[in-house]
């Protein structure tokens, strides 16, 4: 298929290496009712997440177009992806006009590298048990925008679990890294302890749901609202990932 995607990777500071413009990114994932979508935006997220994988009980089946081409640019709308082929992701990213993807299977690097000459977004989602996990990333490298750090489980993400933070030390790449995997409303405290060159977001599901696919608008907001306070350096020397 013959791609033509306008090139949007200059229109942020996707690659800060505090995140995007020194402070924390947020992507709010699962989404799919147009109204909880329109709240949403309000918040100003950096991405929302629209998942196009039909086990999951957040499945994008049949977003509301209009919905999506009323949100504003500054939010990067990212279709996430399970092992789908790349003729079926650009179908489905022309579609609903998408600017990025999020691979969260077993793709491989040359699926990576394709979607990202389009001029797309492209993350890659890796599942994360113990700091062996981080070496497949290698693979990766250049390939992807960012990687996305998930608890590895039988499924593919939405567990609502997650891994022991303090093992992002060992993650010596050179991506930007977005952290998920069983945030919960409680863990603002604790993401903002995280000091880590390459921490640059973090993805927000399940734990801020009334129910799959319908966001609480109001504990996003505060959510939001504590953890973009603007980041201080990183300590010399060495990095902090919490106690």
Sequence with gaps: ????????????????PLGVGGRLGAKICGMKFPENIRSIADLQPDFMGFIFYPKSPRYAESLDINTLN???KSIKKIGVFVNED?????TLVFKYN??????HGSENMEICRKLKDTGLLVLKAFPIADAYNFKVTKNYEGACDYFLFDTKTEAYGGSGVKFD????NEYKGETPFLLSGGIAADDSEAILKIE??????IDL????EVSPGLKNVEVLRQFIKEIRLPLPPPAYGGINCGE
Aim: overall charge negative.
């Design 70 to 72: 009323s949100l504003p």
């Design 98 to 103: 998408l600017d990025g993807v999020q691979l």
């Design 1 to 16: 298929m013959n791609v033509n995607i306008k090139n949007i990777q200059d229109e942020t500071n996707f690659n800060s």
């Design 86 to 90: 790349l003729e079926s992701i650009l």
């Design 205 to 208: 599901n399940s734990k801020f």
């Design 165 to 168: 933070w303090s093992i992002l």
């Design 196 to 201: 880590h060159p390459k921490f640059a977001g």
